[in-house]
């Protein structure tokens, strides 16, 4: 009965969308009825709440385990823990898909209960653009991948969800990324509702920058919450591979970064409108391709469900609907939008533009090395694309970005002059040339790494050059997220650096009683053990560190698992993380004459890598407070003015 409910409640919110998309579209035309406009309110809400029931449904039938649905069946087992029986609800393809939708929908339901400083007219166009992105994906959830198919009998035993899938990390990381990606098809329907009704201006870019906030802080926080996940439960020992499913993740968080800063421009100094157009159709088109990348089938990744041709065609479908439609638009419509204000060469509107710029080429250098193998698989070669293109090439145009990220925001808006930043300028050099003498004093280090290691500390201190003369108490929220937001880029980029120029790794095969140096740390094996868990068995390998200085021994336990719902064999890996870095173990199985073969990581810093995304995260979320706090400030005076300027009855 859950199963049919949840059945019920998706097809009516499909046919809610519909009749949005409809109703919004016959609004917008010259003595259209009233009515139409008036019932997009209550058809977005309703949509909304019958997307999350029927996500609900899906979550009671997972965590009871209902082996006669055959989704349960095909990624669940009554053996597994509660968090993950739930976690599977959205750890497969059709699951992740409704998940997609139900924000998707309960997005365009916010929309459309709590904004209301939009001009109706183009509102109703907003609404209507929110309909047709949410009708072509109930079409392709309930024609290609109905989440809720019973099977002809119930399966006496569920096969299970991927071992790699059973992890705390999983159950984060996907809702937050399909709330960055939500969030941006949300910037898109204000695009396009500004296009359709000509209302590109400073006040519709005020409505618009707390829904990219909102969708980038999501974005970041999915992207660092997957990164960390990949690097301590593959094993690998990376925090980044360059795979395409992590680019499909990259590849709209560059485009939001751009957004945003655009967005940013209009709101508050009237330009760039075009710009901030064409952006909130890319970052949304970039998360369609990063959906079709991993859901089509077209990638084999432990990210990637769908294997069905037929699933993609459809998705590849809608992918040149919406974003063939939108440039489409944007292409009969753009004339039509006013220029904005102009502004000097010296100034920070000309350096947003600058890192737009970098940024978008950024983009398309990740674009180009995500898709180029697929094409050339096409006509029958195989190229593999990896961290030596997307490095090198994406250097290029990453350290620019990140160079211009340092002035940018000591620069005054309209204009400014050369004199007024010599001071400024001359505190970040300094900041440069220490990082850069005490980087080479640690030995032999890279190009690209000695350029991050100068950069991050020039944005380091660029961060907070401009709460100088402040008063902390009364700087706004906004100026504490710009400040937080840079200074966390600049915390991430010295991790970054830090990992890849001080890392040092042992790969020795040890018997009870060896032992090892790897960088600080001598690592002796002590025993090696049998574990059971609740669904899966393991040999942990016990493994004592201490530093040459003396101190406290930690221990770590590697674990080799074997899990058998389903059997698969996976590597759990150990970590112990101090204020200097983590010392990073795997085991690699057994070899010959007792020995087990280690593999050993011992890596400087690598922790300010997550803590610059959270603080990056944590800036944005600031900013959108302090956005939606200071225009709820405009709107109550605004509220009394009126009604002080209104006339007294007599």
Do not use: C
């Amino acid at each position: 009965m859950i199963a049919e409910i949840g059945l019920a409640a998706l097809w009516l919110a499909a046919a809610l969308a519909v009749f949005q998309l409809v109703a919004g579209g016959l609004s917008l035309r010259p003595g259209a009825p009233p009515v139409l406009g008036q019932s997009l309110r209550p058809l977005a809400v309703l949509q909304g709440g019958f997307a999350l029931l029927s996500f609900a449904a899906l979550l009671v039938l997972f965590a009871t385990t209902d082996l006669s649905v055959a989704l349960v069946a095909l990624n669940s087992h009554t053996a597994k823990p509660l968090l993950y029986k739930v976690t599977g609800a959205w750890g497969n393809h059709e699951g992740s898909m409704l998940l997609w939708v139900a924000t998707l929908a309960t997005s365009g339901a916010l929309i459309a209960a709590l904004e209301r400083r939009l001009p109706e007219r183009t509102m109703h166009a907003v609404l209507a653009a929110q309909g047709f992105v949410a009708s072509g994906f109930f079409a392709f959830l309930l024609f290609s991948s109905n989440p809720f198919t019973r099977l002809p009998m119930p399966a006496p035993e569920g096969v299970g969800l991927n071992p790699l899938l059973q992890d705390i990390g999983l159950a984060l990381h996907p809702p937050t990324l399909y709330l960055g990606y939500v969030g941006l098809s949300v910037a898109f329907s204000f695009a396009v509702g500004a296009l359709l009704t000509n209302a590109v201006t400073p006040q519709f870019a005020r409505v618009m920058r707390p829904w990219v906030l909102g969708a980038w802080v999501f974005l970041t926080l999915g992207i660092v919450a997957g990164s960390y996940w990949a690097y301590y439960e593959l094993g690998w020992g990376g925090w980044w591979f360059w795979d395409p499913v992590e680019n499909a993740s990259l590849m709209p968080w560059l485009a939001a970064t751009a957004l945003l800063h655009s967005v940013s421009v209009l709101a508050a100094r009237d330009a760039l409108r075009v710009w901030t157009i064409l952006l909130g159709v890319i970052a949304f088109s970039m998360s369609m391709v990063g959906t079709f990348l991993v859901r089509s089938g077209i990638l084999t990744s432990v990210h990637a469900f769908a294997v069905d041709p037929q699933r993609g065609a459809f998705i590849l479908a809608l992918l040149a609907l919406y974003i063939g439609g939108a440039l489409l638009l944007f292409a009969l419509r753009a004339g039509t939008i006013l220029e904005g204000k102009r502004f000097g060469l010296a100034s920070r509107e000309s350096a947003l533009v600058l890192n737009n710029i970098l940024l978008s080429a950024l983009l398309g250098i990740v674009l180009l090395g995500t898709l180029y193998p697929l094409f050339a698989e096409m006509v029958g070669a195989r190229v593999s694309v990896g961290p030596p293109y997307f490095n090198a090439v994406g250097a290029v145009f990453a350290l620019p970005m990140l160079a211009v990220m340092t002035i940018g925001p000591l620069l005054r808006w309209r204009s400014d002059t050369a004199r007024r930043l010599a001071r400024p300028l001359v505190a970040l050099s300094a900041a440069g040339l220490l990082a850069a003498v005490l980087a080479l004093l640690q030995g032999d280090i890279g190009l690209l790494p000695l350029s991050g290691f100068v950069l991050g500390a020039m944005l380091v201190v660029a961060s907070v050059l401009p709460l100088g003369g402040r008063s902390f108490r009364r700087t706004p929220l906004t100026v504490w997220g710009m400040v937080i937001a840079h200074f966390g880029i600049g915390v991430a980029l010295l991790g970054m650096a830090s990992d890849a120029a001080l890392t040092r790794e042992r790969l020795v095969a040890m018997a009870p009683g060896d032992a090892v140096t790897v960088g600080p740390w001598t690592v002796r094996l002590r025993e090696v053990m049998p574990v059971a868990g609740p669904n899966w068995t393991a040999t942990e390998v016990v493994l004592d560190a201490q530093t040459a200085a003396g101190g406290r021994t930690i221990t770590l336990r590697p674990q080799s698992r074997t899990f058998w719902a389903p059997v698969q064999q996976t590597t759990e890996s150990a970590l112990a993380s101090r204020w200097n870095g983590q010392l990073y173990a795997v085991s690699g199985g057994p070899v010959d004459g007792g020995r087990w073969q280690m593999r050993l990581w011992w890596k400087p810093f690598v922790t300010l890598i997550w803590l610059g995304g959270l603080l990056v995260a944590l800036g944005g979320a600031l900013s959108m407070a302090g956005h939606l706090r200071r225009d709820t400030v405009r709107r109550s005076a605004a509220r009394r003015i009126s009604r002080l300027a209104a006339p007294v009855p007599a």
